[in-house]
């Protein structure tokens, strides 16, 4: 088996960058990337990868992402990351992103289609500024709409689980706040049942994104069509109140596709999955550290109080959320205790497809990459790194904090990094959804502290599933009971 030129080859791990023979070196990703993968010829060859032989690896790793017999070289030094994210002519985001569309979703149009690509990336405007204020005050409304009819009904203490809760809420407040109100018979029913599946569908996520034959994932593509069905014309007619991206993006889609086209579906569930699949466990995190340390409880609570008084709100029996979204962006701990979460718990990576042979110019020379392989960013690396973050692997509420204002300065080897946490990826590619995110968990956790007294119930830790590795934020590997009451 060939590997990358010599002097790829002959890059430090630790250093600068890593191809798949030489990342087994790196503890996180060894630790994370290996250990955890469920496959097992994975793990049977990483032993013959530590002994030095040549590997079946490449092809092994590679195939789970389906680019089977293809490198990866991964850029460690966040200071060259931008080798990566600026290079747009050379390192194409579309031709990656596109490609797994299209196993993931069924989304089949988008790798031929050029045009249909650019003009639904056109929609993400409408997660920003005005647009996303809109988003803002209708997601508060829902919210205070699910809180009013499920947990302001009784006023002693209720114990759920703790992801059943953040999945079941997050879920049914995005959905609506997106694609409005839905008119059907039983409408609690049609959320849940959606819900649901949704869930099982991002557990299969991994295998659908892999090169396993579609025979052998009978139920990953059934689940796939099931979601898709669920946005039927006649279903979508049923959705009133769209918000402008969800009424951009079908604009868009009815010039491209005929109206009872099932493509259509398998765009509503990729934004679906897209818009839910990481909030629900950065939501489950944020609640799990808050209630675990009560240093954090206590920080976020006086600087609710303090936005309270200076606003001239009092806490009522009745729920109401009376604050912008600047209001909110300025409880400097509410939103540390959330880069904190995403610093600990995002597990993404930014992959560029190389379009042509190229020779990135790194500090120690040049990394040569092969026409057809991949270029990846993997931020865990910065995220845990001690040289960066003190005990990166505590939880520390107020590490986004200094003399008490939002900390953005960080440093490696004395040097200013440009970005210090990168949970929603970076350059063309970044998440157009991330304010919308942040501001959904932040309204979920000032409405949680302001209104409920809370409990976790089970102590011992919960540890991160580490099946999304590489997708995204991780779930949780088993629930956590937690007790709430309205404050009196
Ligand atoms: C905490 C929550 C979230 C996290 C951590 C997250 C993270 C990410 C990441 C890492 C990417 C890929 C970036 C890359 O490849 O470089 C992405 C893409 C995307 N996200 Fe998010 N996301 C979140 C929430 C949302 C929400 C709420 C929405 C929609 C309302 C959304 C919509 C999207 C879309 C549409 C893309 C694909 C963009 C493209 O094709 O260029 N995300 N997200």
Sequence with gaps: MKFLGSKAETIDAGDIYVNWRKIVLHPILDYHVWAHCKWKTIRKEKKLISE???????????SFFGWCGKYITFILNPFQ?????????????????????????????????????????????????KS??????????????????????TRNWDTVQMLTFCTSVIFEVTFTTLHGKLLVADRKKFISELRDDLMKFDDQFPYLASDIPTVLLRRAISLQKKLIKCFTQENLAKMQGWSEVIQMRQDILEKYYEPDDSEIGAHYSAFLWASTAN?????????YYLL????????????????LQSTGQKKGSEFFINFTREQLDSLVYL??????????????????????????????????????????????????????FEAPEEFRYDRFVEDGKKKTTFFKRGKKLKHCIMPFGSGISKCPGRFFAVSEVKQLLFALVTYFDLEIIDDKPVEMSYRRMLFGVQYPKSDVLFRYKVKS
């Design 335 to 388: 939103e540390s205790i959330i880069l904190e979460v995403l610093r600990l718990c995002s597990f993404s990576t930014t992959f560029r497809y190389v379009e042509e042979d190229l020779a990135l110019p790194v500090e120690s020379g040049d990394c040569r990459l092969r026409k057809g392989d991949l270029v990846a960013i993997f931020p865990p690396v910065l995220h845990h790194d001690p040289e960066i």
């Design 81 to 129: 990351f931008q080798l990566v994210t600026k290079n747009h002519k050379q390192l194409s985001f579309q031709m990656f992103s596109t490609k797994l569309s299209a196993k993931v979703f069924s989304v089949k149009m988008l790798p031929t289609n050029q045009e249909l690509n650019s003009e639904i990336h056109t929609c993400y405007k409408y997660l920003q500024g």
């Design 52 to 62: 030095s032989q040549d590997s079946l690896i490449h092809d092994t790793c590679l």
């Design 132 to 153: 996303l204020d809109i988003l803002f005050e209708t997601m508060a409304q829902n919210l205070k709409h699910i809180f009013e009819s499920e947990f302001f009904k």
């Design 292 to 307: 675990r340390h009560p240093e954090a409880m206590a920080a976020m609570r006086d600087e609710i109080d303090h936005l």
């Design 279 to 287: 909030t629900i466990p950065t939501m489950f995190w944020a609640m």
